[in-house]
């Protein structure tokens, strides 16, 4: 079992930064993956980025060159630092952890609200 708390949301305006950070415990994998998810009002949860304990990093599309994923494997917690964010960012955003043994088996935390003003 994994238990993942999330911390960091809030309002701000168009332009502005957030940094949202998610604590892991429990039984941790070594080689394991954990992300950022959004889901938007009547929207599919999307991938916003991920980062695996080796350190590879994908990003969305629509993030790239504004948000910053990064992790700290020593402390089981990652990071999303969210730069010059948009009214379209607004949602809330779940950490994702996720390992195999032998099959994917995913982890959520509770989420937390982003909402970015116009």
């Known amino acids: 079992q994994v238990t993942l708390v999330e911390s960091g949301g809030g309002l701000v305006q168009a332009g502005g930064s957030l940094r949202l950070t998610c604590v892991a415990s429990g039984n941790i994998f070594n080689e394991n993956t954990m992300a950022w998810y959004r889901q938007a009002p009547e929207k599919w949860r999307e991938l916003v980025a991920e980062i695996t304990s080796d350190g590879a990093i994908t990003y969305d599309d629509s993030v790239k060159d504004r948000f910053t994923i990064s992790r700290d494997n020593t402390k089981n917690t990652i990071y999303l630092q969210m730069n010059s964010l948009k009214p379209e960012d607004t949602a809330v955003y779940y950490c994702?952890?996720?390992?195999?043994?032998?099959?994917?088996?995913?982890?959520w935390g509770q989420g937390t609200q982003v909402t970015v003003s116009s």
């Open positions: 994702n952890y996720n390992h195999f043994n032998p099959l994917r088996r995913d982890w």
